[in-house]
C-alpha cells in the first residue's frame, strides 16, 4: 500500500484537504491512501497554470515543438504499458487485458494530438475591404479545467489533457474520488517527458467540494466534463454564469437494432461485448436491444449462450470477461434496477444475481444479465443503469423501431446490425444518436469526433474539432496602405 502525494504547478506534495483512498474494487484491498487538494492547492495550482501558460518559452513554443513532449508521452506510455494496466486495473477493477487496450489507446491520443496541433490552421478570407487584410488564427483558451469519472481514467484523461496540452493550455485535471492513480501517474508521464511545471495539475478530490470550486473559479476558461448527467447539466449552468466553453460527455442509453437480415454470429457477438465489457459501466453500453421478431428466438438463444460463457473474475485473470463493479453501492444501484424490472413485468433470462463463487465474495461483481418482456417506457429501458444489464425487446416494423430508439433522453450511440449497408446508412441518418455502429460496437477512432445528441452531451471531442475546442479564434485586419479611417464611411458599399 502506497501513499501518494499530489501534483501541484510541477510539485508533488501532500494534499491539504481530508483523506482519501483508492481500492481495488475485486477484493476492497487499499491500492493507496492520499489527501485530497483542498482549496488553497487549488489557489496554487491555478496561479501556477496562470504562469506557465502565458509564459514565454511555453507561449512561443511552435506547435511542433509541443508535440515532441506528446511524442515522448506515448513512448512513456508504450515502454510501462504493463505497469500502467496494472494501476488501470486497480483503481477501477477493469480486467487487465481491458485495461491494456485503454492504456495503448492513451498513447495514440497522444500522438494524434501532436501530428493534430500542426494541422490546425488559420484562414485567410477573401478580402471584403480594399486596402485591408484580414485573417484569422487560433490561440490556448488558458487555465483550462479536466472533470472526469472512474469507469475508463486513462482514456477520458488523455482525450481531454493531451489536445488541452496540445492546444497550448495549462490544465487543472480533477480525476473521480474513486480514480485518482491513474491521474497521477498520468502527471508523472507528462512531467517526466518535460512538460513545463505548471502546465498540468492533478487535484484529486470530492467534485462538490474540489470539483465544484474548481469549475466556479473565476480564472478557470473552460469545464471539460466526462460524468453523469445531472452534474453534465449543473457544470452546464456554471458556464453559462461565467460565460465559458463547456463540453460535455453525458450518459447514455443506447440502442442496439437488429434487422431481419443480420448475420446473428457478428450480430450476438457484438451486442454481447457491447453491453458486457466493462461490466457495462461504459456510457456508450448497448443497453438497449431491439431484434426484428423473424430474428428474435434465434438471435437471443446465441445471445444467451455466449453470455453464459462469458467469465465473471478478478480482473488479473486473463480468462476474465467481466470484472467487479466499481464499488459495492453502485452495485447495489445495479441490483435495485434488476428488481424494478421485475418489478416492471420484465423476466431476468440470465445473471440478475451476485457470483455465487466464494472466491468472488470480497468483490463488487455482479452476473452478465438479460432481461425481455419489458417496453420501451419501462424505467429500466429509459435510465441509464451503468452495469452490466441488457434489455432485448422484438420490433416489427421499421416505424415503431425508430421511434422506440429514439424514444430516450439521451442520444449518445446505436448500433444497426444489417448485411444491408444502404439501408442501415438510411436508419443511421434517422437514429438521433453522436456515433452510430454498423455491423460492430464500441470501437473508437481518436481521428473521430465524440459526444452525445440530446441529454447525452455537448460539443465534440478527438478528432480535429476536438482540439479546436480547446483555442480561440482571433481575428486580425491589417491595413496594407495608408488610407485613414473615415467617419461612417460606408458609401462604397457594404462590407
Ligand atoms: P459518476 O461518479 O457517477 O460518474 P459524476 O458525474 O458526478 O458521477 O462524476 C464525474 C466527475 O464529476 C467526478 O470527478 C466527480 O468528482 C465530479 N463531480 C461531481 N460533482 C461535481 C460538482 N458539483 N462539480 C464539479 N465536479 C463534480
Request: some cysteine; aromatic content about 6%.
Amino acid at each position: 500500500m502506497n501513499r501518494e502525494n499530489i501534483f501541484i504547478g510541477g510539485e508533488w506534495r501532500e494534499g491539504g484537504g481530508t483523506g482519501m483512498q483508492s481500492r481495488f474494487p475485486a477484493d476492497g484491498t487499499l491500492n493507496a491512501t492520499l489527501s485530497a487538494a483542498s482549496l488553497d492547492d487549488l489557489e496554487q495550482a491555478i496561479a501556477a497554470g496562470e504562469r506557465a501558460w502565458r509564459d514565454p518559452a511555453w507561449r512561443d513554443m511552435l506547435p511542433h515543438q509541443r508535440a515532441r513532449i506528446l511524442h515522448r508521452v506515448a513512448d512513456l506510455i508504450e515502454a510501462r504499458a504493463d505497469a500502467l494496466s496494472e494501476t488501470q486495473s486497480r483503481d477501477n477493477g477493469k480486467p487487465l487485458a481491458e485495461a491494456r487496450g485503454l492504456v495503448m489507446s492513451a498513447a495514440g491520443t497522444a500522438r494524434y494530438f501532436a501530428a493534430a496541433c500542426e494541422l490546425i490552421e488559420g484562414e485567410l478570407p477573401t478580402p471584403r475591404i480594399a486596402g485591408v487584410m484580414t485573417f484569422s488564427g487560433y490561440e490556448p483558451l488558458g487555465v483550462v479545467a479536466a472533470i472526469t469519472p472512474w469507469n475508463s481514467p486513462i482514456a477520458s484523461e488523455m482525450q481531454k489533457v493531451a489536445p488541452a496540452i496540445a492546444a497550448g493550455n495549462a490544465v487543472i485535471l480533477k480525476p473521480a474520488e474513486a480514480t485518482p492513480l491513474m491521474a497521477l501517474e498520468l502527471a508523472r508521464l507528462f512531467e517526466e517527458a518535460g512538460l513545463p511545471a505548471g502546465l498540468l495539475s492533478v487535484l484529486p478530490g470530492k467534485g462538490s467540494v474540489i470539483g465544484d470550486a474548481l469549475a466556479r473559479h473565476p480564472k478557470v476558461r473552460k469545464i471539460s466534463f466526462t460524468g453523469g448527467t445531472a452534474t453534465g447539466r449543473y457544470l452546464a449552468h456554471v458556464a453559462a454564469e461565467k460565460l465559458i466553453p463547456v463540453s460535455l460527455e453525458l450518459g447514455g442509453k443506447s440502442p442496439t437494432i437488429v434487422l431481419e437480415d443480420a448475420d446473428i454470429e457478428q450480430a450476438a457477438r457484438g451486442i454481447c461485448y457491447g453491453i458486457f465489457s466493462s461490466a457495462g459501466q461504459a456510457c456508450i453500453a448497448g443497453a438497449r436491444l431491439f431484434i426484428h421478431q423473424s430474428l428474435y428466438e434465434p438471435l437471443m438463444a446465441r445471445l444467451l449462450a455466449l453470455t453464459r460463457g462469458l467469465q465473471v473474475g478478478h480482473p488479473f485473470d486473463p480468462t476474465t470477461h467481466i470484472g467487479p463493479l466499481i464499488n459495492d453501492r453502485h452495485r447495489q444501484s445495479v441490483i435495485d434496477y434488476v428488481a424494478l424490472a421485475r418489478e416492471e413485468g420484465g423476466r431476468v433470462l440470465c445473471g440478475g444475481e451476485i457470483p455465487a463463487d466464494p472466491a468472488l465474495a470480497d468483490g463488487s461483481y455482479f452476473q452478465p444479465t438479460i432481461i425481455e418482456g419489458l417496453n420501451n417506457d419501462a424505467r429500466a429501458c429509459q435510465e441509464e443503469i451503468f452495469g452490466p444489464v441488457l434489455v432485448a425487446m422484438p420490433f416489427s416494423d421499421e416505424a415503431s423501431l425508430i421511434a422506440q430508439a429514439n424514444d430516450s433522453v439521451y442520444g449518445l450511440a446505436a448500433g444497426i446490425w444489417t448485411r444491408d449497408t444502404a439501408r442501415a446508412l438510411r436508419l443511421s441518418e434517422r437514429l438521433e444518436a453522436g456515433t452510430v455502429w454498423i455491423n460492430t460496437y464500441k470501437v473508437f477512432s481518436v481521428s473521430t469526433p465524440f459526444g452525445g445528441f440530446k441529454e447525452s452531451g455537448l460539443g465534440r471531442e478527438k478528432g480535429i474539432q476536438g482540439l479546436k475546442a480547446w483555442m480561440q479564434q482571433k481575428s486580425v485586419y491589417l491595413a496594407t496602405g495608408n488610407a485613414v479611417n473615415h467617419w461612417s464611411d460606408n458609401k462604397k458599399g457594404e462590407q
